[in-house]
């Protein structure tokens, strides 16, 4: 129990001075200089050049997440899909291809996609960045989708059948409805892991394609670290909202309709 | 049985046609640079050598490499040593609490992962309030450094994969019957003995994941030991970008990340064989 | 049937929003102009200027190093229009084809430059291929009080007192010539003996110091993180400009030997804006943008009519304008073909080394 609650702290005590410090009069972290609020006003104005470039490597990073997860999210239900219903040697073959990613450092995926890219002569840029994070989201996507596969309850499907469905309504009708949840789960996993990657990016990445991740690298390194801090809160601010809003949403939704 | 056939092809072609193109291809292609050389100009040469790999086996090599594994399985064992009495905490606490503290835990793992090393960065900075604080204690001297060290990196390593350590612990603790323990009790075993004895070996599996997910990650690291590491406590990860960004020697990078690749693989290749092994005397090993 | 509902609404909605997304991502209303560049190296509003003249978007990305920036060109990043290279790095670019021959008719402010300039310093007499952007010198910063008395020499690397508190450039050439200037040797040295003999000098540095930096000096030494760093002269000055009030910086070019550079700006032959690049280029040598880059970055720009322009103290400072008796000290880094790989070597050793 104690321990436990060491835990906590360790896991807070850098985001409670994070957010504390991006109120800290000073453009470099260290000593505290006094309250102020001019580092949200120089972000929310959006008028100097460093609050430019971090808003658009917000609209990058957001860019690449949605069209990653939008690929993975079909991709990966259909390999779940395949893996859970055919039990053949291609589908031994197709889960080792789908659950190496998952176990492979980052670097590795890097620099493997950069040598391919620089093979090809393939321009880096925002495409680039999006193969590479679609890359890794088919698997987790197809791993979560594959965990609700395991509960799903075939006889509904044979009932169609024999009603006569066709597959096309059995697909669109029956098993995405069901599977929606997984998928949707699966699909926010993704987007996660696509914003929140920084190695592959960095690797990736070509002209005017920096996402946010690679913008508060080289914020550290030159520029005002305490930006940093002020975007920090302003998106812990929306993930919380978002976590709280969906939980809501959720919760009502469990209780004015039962699960199937 | 052609149509079913035709089906399993149509369904499985889109993952396996995309992982195989931009996964196992470029994974091969960085395989087969690492034994090429290294053209004048920074590029990749003609023609194919062991040249790289001799260069690979230097003398300075090993101490990274060696470095890379003990941070690595350091980070493992003190993330299993911390998510243990989490999760068997958490496992004990009713469902509604317990969803809430889970919800807790992972909720500061919703910043951005590299905003959290910052966090990290600013909090060790050496005129930051913690080292002002250790130096009012009498702890530290006015000039030591907390970052740029190997402690920084593995503190910072262990921050960032112990939430990897408690999920999977608590979905096994959570699977365990505490009854057990409570049997262990009643048969005169002592607090230590019984949570030692019943309830580890009941979560083993759990223990098995976390070693796996944060063990191999963190075999990869760049970006923390880059942030917060100095040119000592440098690890594999970075000799590789330093490779390929700064001296741009792409096949010595190749081969570097050949090395981590097999580094990574020998222990899935180890348990694959062996969960084989399992399935052929079949039944489970006695305890 | 409400589940499926909003599963399809899920569906749509993300690929509306990836759709809005990546089309304001990508829409080219405004034409753009892509520059890759040293931190910290324009005026304010030097750029907000050029966007209003010239009606475009400036996109300005950054890179820490020559080797660091040269390595992502060749790894595929193309897209950039001006490229900002130090000489020596030019000249190898231009050796590899990268960049374009320039057409001198469209930057008609070339006429501005310093000829002693283009005679002393410029590796690319001619203007060939490259437009002279700043120049300046590569010197020890440090916090006066925190060091105590010190010698104005490389050996202050050797000072295990300060041990963790002081850096050195992440820059093969500078910090190889730096201990190559140490030992009294030339810096362009092509005799591995003498290489090696500077990469055992920088193993032992390396020993005191906290990171290799190119760019988390400047901010380091602002704080106080750092007490002495190797930098670059106008960035220190910009630092000492912005540091606490309490901190004193000062800024010295070691008695044994010192680099002194050129960045120039090139346009890439695969610049998707050639146009906007010459307008670009010309720009930086109207003569009062010139003047408020230098006055903002400390940098020497070697436009002569800039030089009615920047108030006298900047005039007369020696660590932007350096006295004769000054440039004898210093050596500027030249290229040197293949026997650049004496030096990546050794590079690499003392970085893997202990």
């Not at chain 1, 006094?34 to 959006?46: D, H, N, P």
Request: aromatic share 12%.
């Amino acid at each position: 129990m104690l321990v436990s609650i060491g835990v906590m702290v360790f896991l807070y005590a850098p985001i409670v001075v994070l957010v504390i410090f991006s109120f800290n009069d000073s453009r470099y972290p260290g000593a505290w200089h006094g309250w102020t609020l001019r580092w949200y006003r120089q972000l929310l104005e959006a008028q100097s050049v460093e609050a430019r470039d971090i808003w658009r490597a917000t609209r990058n990073t957001l860019s690449v997440a949605f069209c990653a997860t939008a690929i993975s999210m079909v991709f990966g239900t259909m390999a779940a899909w395949a893996m859970h219903r055919f039990k053949t040697r291609l589908q031994s073959a197709h889960q080792m291809l789908v659950y190496a990613p998952l176990v492979v450092p980052d670097i590795l995926m890097g620099i493997s996609l950069l040598m391919l890219f620089v093979n090809m002569s393939v321009n880096l840029g925002l495409t680039t960045i999006i193969i590479a994070h679609t890359t890794f989201c088919i698997s987790y996507v197809a791993l979560v989708v594959l965990g609700r596969l395991q509960d799903f309850d075939h006889t509904l499907v044979d009932a169609a059948r024999d009603l006569g469905a066709n597959g096309f309504s059995v697909c669109w009708r029956i098993l995405l409805p069901l599977l929606g949840p997984g998928i949707a789960a699966g699909g926010l996993l993704a987007f996660t892991l696509s914003v929140d990657d920084f190695v592959i990016t960095f690797f990736t990445a070509g002209p005017g394609s920096t996402t946010l991740p690679v913008q508060v690298y080289s914020m550290m390194r030159h520029g005002t670290p305490t930006l940093i801090n002020a975007l920090s809160v302003i998106f812990i601010i929306i993930t919380f909202s978002v976590v709280i809003f969906s939980q809501r949403i959720l919760q009502k939704r469990d209780t004015t309709h039962p699960h199937i | 049985m052609n149509q079913r056939k035709w089906r399993e092809w149509a369904i499985s072609l889109p993952s396996m046609g995309w992982l195989v193109f931009f996964f196992v291809l470029p994974t091969l292609l960085v395989c087969s640079i690492a034994f090429r050389p290294r053209s004048i100009n920074g590029g990749i040469g003609e023609g194919w050598t062991f040249g790289t790999w001799l260069d690979v086996l230097q003398p300075s090599y090993p101490l990274v490499v060696w470095r890379t594994l003990w941070l690595s399985a350091a980070t493992t064992v003190i993330c299993l040593l911390l998510a243990v009495p989490v999760a068997y905490w958490l496992a004990r606490l009713s469902r509604e609490a317990r969803n809430w503290m889970l919800l807790l835990i992972i909720l500061p793992f919703w910043t951005n992962f590299l905003i959290r090393v910052f966090a990290w960065w600013s909090l060790l900075h050496s005129e930051g309030w913690l080292k002002h604080t250790l130096v009012w204690m009498g702890v530290a001297s006015p000039d030591t450094q907390l970052l740029y060290n190997e402690w920084a990196v593995l503190l910072v390593l262990v921050y960032t994969y112990i939430p990897f350590a408690i999920l999977p612990l608590f979905a096994s603790a959570e699977k365990f019957d505490f009854g057990l323990l409570d049997a262990a009790r009643d048969l005169g075993a002592g607090k230590l003995r019984a949570f030692m004895s019943v309830f580890i070996p009941g979560i083993s599996q759990g223990m098995i994941t976390a070693f796996v997910v944060v063990f191999i990650p963190a075999l990869g690291s760049y970006a923390i030991p880059e942030i917060v590491g100095g040119p000592q406590s440098e690890m594999i990860g970075n000799k590789i970008a330093q490779k390929v960004f700064v001296d741009r020697n792409l096949p010595h990078a190749s081969a570097l990340a050949t090395l981590l690749a097999l580094v990574v693989l020998l222990p899935v290749i180890y348990s694959i064989i062996t969960q084989r092994k399992q399935k052929r005397t079949g039944g489970t090993k006695r305890q | 049937m409400t589940v499926k509902v909003s599963t399809i609404k899920l569906l749509s909605g993300l690929a509306i929003g990836a759709a809005a997304l990546l089309f304001s991502a990508c829409s080219k209303a405004t034409p753009e102009l892509h520059i890759y560049n040293w931190s910290d190296y324009f005026a304010e509003d030097t750029i907000r200027a050029f966007e209003a003249k010239y009606n475009c978007r400036v996109i300005y990305d950054v890179f820490e190093s020559n080797e660091a920036m040269y390595a992502k060109l060749k790894a595929g990043a193309t897209g950039y229009d001006v490229v900002f290279p130090t000489s020596y790095q030019a000249y190898m670019m231009e050796n590899e084809g990268m960049i374009e021959d320039l057409d001198l008719s469209k930057i008609p402010n070339a006429a501005n430059i310093d000829p002693k300039f283009l005679k002393t310093v410029a590796l690319d007499q001619h203007l060939r291929y490259s437009i002279p952007y700043m120049s300046g010198t590569t010197g020890i910063a440090l916090i006066a009080d925190k060091v105590g008395d010190y010698e104005q020499s490389w050996n202050i690397y050797d000072r295990a007192d300060l041990k963790g508190r002081i850096t050195l450039l992440n820059d093969y050439r500078e910090v190889l010539g730096a201990a190559l200037k140490y030992l009294g040797y030339s810096l362009n040295t092509t005799n591995p003996a003498y290489v090696a003999e500077a990469g055992e000098v920088v193993k032992r540095w390396k020993a005191n110091i906290a990171k290799f930096a190119s760019d988390e000096y400047k901010p380091g030494i602002a704080s106080g993180e750092f007490y002495v760093v190797q930098g670059y002269s106008g960035d220190i000055m910009q630092v000492m400009d912005e540091a606490a009030e309490d901190t004193q910086i000062d800024y010295f070019l070691p008695k044994e030997g010192f680099s002194f550079w050129a960045d120039d700006m090139v346009i890439m032959k695969d610049a998707p804006n050639k146009d906007l690049a010459y307008a670009f280029i010309n720009f930086m040598h109207d003569p009062q943008v010139a003047a408020n880059n230098m006055e903002f970055t400390n940098y020497w720009a070697p436009n002569a009519a800039a030089y009615e322009l920047i108030p006298t103290e900047l005039l007369e400072n020696p660590m932007v304008f350096l006295s004769d008796e000054q440039m004898e000290k210093g050596e500027q880094i030249i290229p040197l073909g293949d026997k650049d790989r004496i030096y990546m070597d050794v590079w690499s050793k003392v970085k893997s080394e202990e």
